[in-house]
């Protein structure tokens, strides 16, 4: 069974960075691509951003370009979303997903992972 773990949430003030992780585990673990989405209640979970595993590739939504990077430690299996310049409308649950095999579907999606994390509460104060 494989298991995401995000960590890193938390309350800051508009204009603030914050780093979030997300460790996968597991007896067979294969990574092909992990991502973050985030979820705001009474709302559909939304794409953030996602990594290929084996090439590095980065993808980001438009509302989050320049200010978010995504990146990647293989040794520990984590993958890190550091968010800068935050803003009011980034408030919301993140999660972590993991896409084990590749399978020819969009990153942006919720159907491609095949795993999720609990999530982790960003909350950006004015």
């Known amino acids: 069974q494989v298991q995401l773990v995000e960590s890193g949430g938390g309350l800051v003030q508009a204009g603030d960075s914050l780093r979030l992780s997300c460790v996968a585990s597991g007896r067979t673990l294969r990574l092909h691509t992990m991502a973050w989405f985030r979820q705001v209640a009474g709302k559909e979970r939304e794409f953030v951003a996602a990594?290929?595993?084996?090439?590095?590739?980065?993808y980001y939504a438009d509302s989050v370009k320049g200010r978010f990077t995504i990146s990647k430690n293989n040794a520990k299996n984590t993958s890190y979303l550091m968010m800068s310049g935050l803003k009011l409308e980034d408030t919301a649950v993140y999660y972590c997903g993991l896409e084990t095999d590749f399978r020819n579907m969009w990153y942006g999606s919720v159907s491609t992972y095949d795993y999720w994390g609990q999530g982790t509460q960003v909350t950006v104060s004015s």
């Open positions: 990594i290929t595993w084996s090439g590095g590739l980065t």
